[in-house]
């Protein structure tokens, strides 16, 4: 007697396993903030950094709402996001575009050869940090933590890229803010004095001590403790006046300092210098603008592009020391050129020289948000758009 041997296919007790879209390769970078990994795209074979960073109920993570909103040349690119479990806790994945090294990486890389990086590729790096944050400040977002290690670097291309907006905050002028932010060395004086009203020009103050760090290979103030810090300030800068305190901090009582007079700048780069020559006039006048004890006269972010301290960048003779291409400087977007009409600055921010060029510089209104950059077109010079 025959028997059907035919039987039903039997149903997986267990749901399959989803395949991970990630495969991560190493640890680039860890922190309180918890831990970056350089790491593969499975199908498309892309490489990416990958920052998980643990869930935790008690503390706001505006990191991922601010990464959505923020889009532009100079500011990493968020890919893509995810969450993922370990025992009890989550965590939340961001995925971003890799970019190899840090402005932190080629500072300690030329200070401990004893070298001095270019100057024209502090100017470089200075103009495209100032770029990334006029595009936040236009919209009120101050990053709060502006310091080397969170400004990403692509060696050979030499472009610059904001990244880490976990302390990034969109201001109200209604709404207090914590005041102990911000690394250590590269703290707004208002931030020291405890103000909590503060602006994004906590930001600008923080630039400046960036490019300081440029030319001198090590951080411009070092003070052990915030105390440490201010003193370490007042040093270089001497004492604030009564009106510069109350600049920072209208509530700070204690207004009384000993009396410190001011270093000129050009003896605090007394021992940089490169191709024998000296810190340049016009990047000692342009760190005078952004590193003032009072907050409102400091240089806005946009301001800065059209300084004078610039302009070599937008000559198109200018090229890149020991060969290589610059960068693109002058793509862009619909927004910046719109903000640079109001300003009536934007003939003054792109080269004459590119003035005939296909360049975009009509508005969108209806765009603004999403700010796509202009075409970079490359020029004889080596120079792009």
Known sequence: MSHDTQSKPKKDSKPKKKM????????????????????VNVESKETVAIKKVREDKRYKNRELEMMKVVRHPNIVALVDCFYSKSDRDIYLNLVMEFIPETLYDTIRLHAK????????????????????LAYCHERNICHRDIKPQNLLLDPDKHIVKLCDFGSAKQLKDSEPNVSYICSRYYRAPELIFEESYYKTS?????????????????????????VDQLV???????????????????????????VVKPLPWKIVFAGVS??????????????SCLLKFTPNERLRAFDCLAHPYFDELRLETTKIPHGG??????????EEIKIAKKKQILNKLI???????????????????????????????????
């Open 20 to 39: 991970p879209r990630y495969s991560a390769e190493r640890i680039i970078g860890s922190g309180s903030f918890g831990t970056v990994y350089k790491a």
């Open 113 to 132: 050869a004893g070298q001095t990086l270019p100057y024209l590729l502090t100017k470089l790096y200075a103009y495209q940090i100032c770029r990334s």
């Open 202 to 226: 906590i930001d600008l103050w923080s630039i400046g001590c960036v490019i300081g760090e440029l030319f001198l290979g090590t951080p411009l103030f070092q003070g052990d403790r915030s």
């Open 232 to 258: 370490e300030i007042i040093k270089v800068l001497g004492t604030p006046s009564k009106q510069e305190i109350l600049a920072m901090n209208p509530e700070y009582t204690q207004t009384h300092f000993p």
């Open 274 to 287: 490169y191709e024998n020559e000296p810190v340049p006039d016009d990047a000692i006048a342009f760190l």
């Open 325 to 334: 291409k610059m960068p693109p400087l002058f793509n862009f977007t619909n």
């Open 351 to 385: 080269p004459k020289w590119l003035e005939n060029g296909n360049t975009n510089t009509n508005t969108n209104d209806d765009n603004d948000d999403n700010n796509d950059s202009s075409t970079a077109q490359q020029t004889k010079s080596g120079q792009q758009l």
